[in-house]
């Protein structure tokens, strides 16, 4: 499986926008970027994914290099409610009835300063 | 709308014993199944996965079964407990038409003694 490659920590302060990189120099031509976050004690909750053209939601933005080979997931504005571990995750379809193997890291663990 | 239960939320069980994990999920039909393991400290692993009824997939060898007695519900099983089965089970569903995403429950943590 392709792998991911991520910062284990980093800090941020409270109302300044964050950048979370993540390599993926393996990455396939089928592979989608999956981006989900851990809240402590909690299971984890998709935040975006893309598979070239950069995306955007009501969460984040994620940013696709024109190789593929990195992206970057942008949080416009933190929030101690952001602080978390987030996941930079390359989907891999396991079958043809569309179930999918996500291969979670250890993520990078975003704390947020006050 | 969905939503996605697990039970119960916190198990501690001796060394030997049986366990059953259960996932129910709501508002959906005919979903992908997922169970996942997540050890202290460490990444997310698949377990199993279920494109249905009685059809069960497992990711790694290991001391754990799974079941799908019905549509929308997964079952995490053991007939005898390891001290390396302790971690936060993790139970998930993906719409078979809009598979993008993977929409987790709240977890088990399960501590064997």
């Known amino acids: 499986d392709a792998k991911t490659t991520q910062p284990n920590s980093m800090e941020s302060n409270e109302e300044e926008p964050v950048h979370l990189p993540c390599n993926h120099s393996t990455i396939s031509g089928t592979d989608y970027i999956h981006w989900y976050r851990q809240l402590p004690s909690q299971g984890p909750e998709y935040v975006i994914h893309g598979l070239t053209s950069n995306v955007n939601n009501r969460m984040a933005s994620l940013a696709i290099a024109e190789d593929r080979k990195s992206s970057t997931l942008i949080l416009h504005r933190a929030t101690l409610r952001d602080a978390a571990v987030y996941y930079c995750?390359?989907?891999?379809?396991?079958?043809?009835?569309?179930?999918?193997?996500?291969?979670f890291g250890t993520g990078t663990r975003l704390t947020i300063i006050p | 709308s969905q939503t996605i239960h697990q039970w119960p939320a916190t198990l501690v069980q001796p060394v030997g014993s049986p366990l059953s994990l259960e996932c129910t999920v709501e508002?959906?039909?005919?979903?992908?199944l997922y169970w996942y393991r997540q050890a202290a400290g460490r990444g997310l692993q698949l377990l199993f996965y279920?494109?249905?009824?009685?059809?069960i997939s497992s990711e790694v060898p290991q001391n754990l079964s799974a079941s799908r007695p019905q549509d929308r519900q997964f079952i995490l099983s053991s007939k005898k407990l390891l001290l390396s089965d302790s971690g936060f089970y993790l139970c998930?569903?993906?719409?078979?038409?809009?598979?993008?995403?993977?929409?987790f429950g709240p977890g088990t943590r399960l501590l064997v003694l």
């Open positions: 995750i390359l989907r891999v379809l396991i079958s043809n009835f569309g179930n999918e193997k996500l291969t």
């Open positions: 508002g959906t039909s005919n979903p992908n």
């Open positions: 998930a569903w993906s719409d078979r038409a809009q598979w993008e995403t993977q929409y």
């Open positions: 279920s494109v249905g009824i009685g059809q």
